[in-house]
């Protein structure tokens, strides 16, 4: 299950978000994780067009939750903190911060696009504050506590691949390991940084600074969730950054995804998360107050940016940005159940371009190693696929194996 990590400076609705993204109006499945009893780790879900309504079945499932024909599952996700520069040196919660965000495979870097909170978080007058100086904050803080790791092993990582029964990326790659940087993280970073692996025993400083720059932009990828759209000029701000930058940016209001989904875990309203609409359920029920307020929420946000945004952020941190697909494993292809009768029980986030054959490994070792063939469907259509059919998004698959249950 992929981590999901919410960053930024202080007071720009980081909770907020985590809240927004945990509060779940449905019963929950029972994951592990939720037993954890670190109040900033929790559940939040993606959602993904479930495969039930094309089928014409109505599904029971069981690792997840399928709301009105969309499916939603779940990742985790980590509230990490209010950062402040510096905090590569131990400022504010530095070191505990940066401790969290080592196991976290992609950021959600909440920031206030409103203006109106300076860059320590405290309050000022909107638009005084330029957004843009926060997003290089963070990139700045990060790429120095990368240079710093990297720094304070860098004699001991030129000695080992001195010693030659070491090739240079293996060496990087098992010391950078604990934040979850991966071979290819490297090898994409020296490219990037116009250096080959050879290079490694001759850098100097500049040279591990540009590699640490590289290496924190490819394995803690971004994306901006600008929070606050609600207060002007956060709309403006918004635009010129969406044109700015190099990164996926979501128009965002927690508060509204809070109000929303509150209303609808109290039954005053039907609201499936990401959609740009809700039903009124007994209108007599709601005060005024709060009429006007999911009023507000509609012509201001909903119409506006079609969404609150809030799905939509970890929907794009986990499809697009880790590159991640659905897929739904069944034991009967006609009937799309497993061995219980549960219709489409499980949607399975996996990495795109994943072989069926590493798909039954996800569910049983022992699958996969006594895997015959696979059925695939796909658009309505049932295929007999090898073990290197390379599955897609929302595929429905069947592996047969001389062990299977
Ligand atoms: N107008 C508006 N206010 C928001 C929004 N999201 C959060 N806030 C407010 O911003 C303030 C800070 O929110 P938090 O979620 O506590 O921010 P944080 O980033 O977790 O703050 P620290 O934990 O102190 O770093 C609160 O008063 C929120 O109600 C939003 O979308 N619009
Ligand atoms: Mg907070």
């Known amino acids: 299950m992929p981590l999901i990590g919410?960053?930024?400076?202080?007071?720009?609705?980081?909770?907020s978000l985590f809240k927004a993204l945990t509060l779940a109006d449905v019963k929950i499945a029972n994951y592990p994780f939720t037993t954890t009893y670190d109040p900033n780790i929790g559940i939040g879900y993606v959602s993904v067009k479930c495969v039930c309504r094309e089928l014409g079945v109505k599904d029971n499932p069981r690792n997840s939750v399928c709301i009105d024909g969309t499916r939603f599952i779940g990742v985790k996700v980590i509230d990490i903190g209010g950062l402040v520069p510096g905090a590569y040196?131990?400022?504010?919660?530095?070191?505990?911060?940066?401790?969290?965000?080592?196991?976290a495979d992609?950021?959600?870097?909440?920031i206030d696009v409103s203006g109106s909170t300076d860059a320590e978080g405290n309050i000022i007058e909107p638009g005084k504050h330029d957004p843009m100086e926060d997003i290089q904050f963070i990139e700045e803080e990060l790429s120095m506590w990368f240079f710093n790791i990297l720094k304070r092993n860098w004699r001991s990582i030129v000695n080992r691949i001195r010693a030659?029964?070491?090739?240079?990326?293996?060496?990087?790659?098992?010391?950078?390991?604990?934040?979850?940087?991966?071979?290819?993280?490297?090898?994409e970073a020296l490219r990037e940084a116009g250096l080959s692996e050879d290079d490694i025993m001759?850098?100097?400083?500049?040279?591990?600074?540009?590699?640490a720059n590289k290496l924190m932009k490819i394995s803690k990828p971004m994306v901006v969730v600008a929070n606050k759209i609600d207060i002007d000029p956060g709309e403006d701000n918004y635009k010129e950054l969406a044109r700015k930058l190099d990164l996926p940016v979501i128009p965002c209001c927690c508060v509204a995804e809070i109000a929303l989904k509150m209303a609808a875990k109290n039954g005053l309203i039907k609201y499936v998360p990401g959609d740009s609409d809700f039903k009124i359920i007994d209108s007599s029920k709601l005060t005024s107050e709060q009429k006007k307020a999911l009023v507000w929420i509609k012509e201001n946000i909903l119409d506006k940016y079609g969404e609150t945004g809030v799905q939509k952020a970890i929907n794009t941190a986990v499809f697009d940005v880790l590159n991640m697909i659905v897929v739904f494993p069944v034991e009967d292809e006609?009937?799309?159940?497993d061995h219980h009768g549960n219709v489409l029980p499980d949607a399975i986030l996996v990495d795109k371009r994943i072989t069926i054959k590493k798909f039954a490994e996800k569910i049983h070792t022992e699958l996969a190693e006594t895997f015959i063939y696979g059925i695939v469907i796909r658009n309505g259509k049932l295929?007999?696929?090898g073990a290197d059919f390379i599955l897609e998004n929302r595929d429905i698959v069947k592996i047969v194996a001389a062990k299977s249950r």
């Open 89 to 103: 040196m131990g400022r504010g919660i530095g070191n505990l911060f940066l401790d969290h965000i080592r196991r």
């Open 164 to 187: 030659g029964r070491e090739k240079p990326i293996n060496v990087l790659s098992e010391m950078l390991s604990g934040l979850k940087v991966r071979r290819e993280h490297i090898k």
């Open 106 to 110: 992609v950021l959600l870097h909440v």
């Open 202 to 211: 001759k850098m100097k400083d500049d040279d591990v600074q540009r590699l």
């Open 6 to 15: 919410i960053v930024g400076k202080p007071n720009v609705g980081k909770t």
């Open 383 to 385: 295929e007999r696929v």
């Open 334 to 337: 006609y009937k799309y159940t």
